[in-house]
Nanobody, 128 residues
């Protein structure tokens, strides 16, 4: 099982930037897909970015964040990051990192059921 702990959330104004971090601990031997999700009040959990840690290193971004968000991993520090820029109020949500094991890189996307381990989340609030 993998333990995940997010940090870096906060309040910013429209157009601002934030970097979310996710500390990864525990056994990652059975994990090859890392993702960031978000959930706003009254809305379903939405996958925003995913990173396949296998040889192909596939990346996935939701259309709503393409060109603004960047997912990355530091294997030495056991950290997952989400760099967010040009933030808008529509990005306001609680952000979660997640880990899972998938059979193929194209399964490492935005489907929550493919992820078995989740962090507690960090709140991001963007004001206009």
């Amino acid at each position: 099982q993998v333990q995940l702990a997010e940090s870096g959330g906060g309040s910013v104004q429209t157009g601002g930037s934030l970097r979310l971090s996710c500390a990864i601990s525990g056994s990652t031997s059975w994990t090859n897909c890392m993702g960031w999700f978000r959930q706003a009040p009254g809305k379903e959990r939405e996958g925003v970015a995913a990173f396949y840690t296998g040889s192909s290193r596939d990346l996935y971004y939701a259309d709503s964040v393409k060109g603004r968000f960047t997912i990355s991993q530091d294997n030495v520090k056991n950290m997952l990051y989400l760099e967010m820029s040009s933030l808008t109020p529509e990005d306001t949500a609680k952000y979660y990192c997640a880990a899972g094991l998938v059979y193929t890189p194209d399964n490492c996307r935005a489907t929550p059921s493919r992820y078995s381990d989740w962090g507690q989340g960090t709140q991001v609030t963007v004001s206009s």
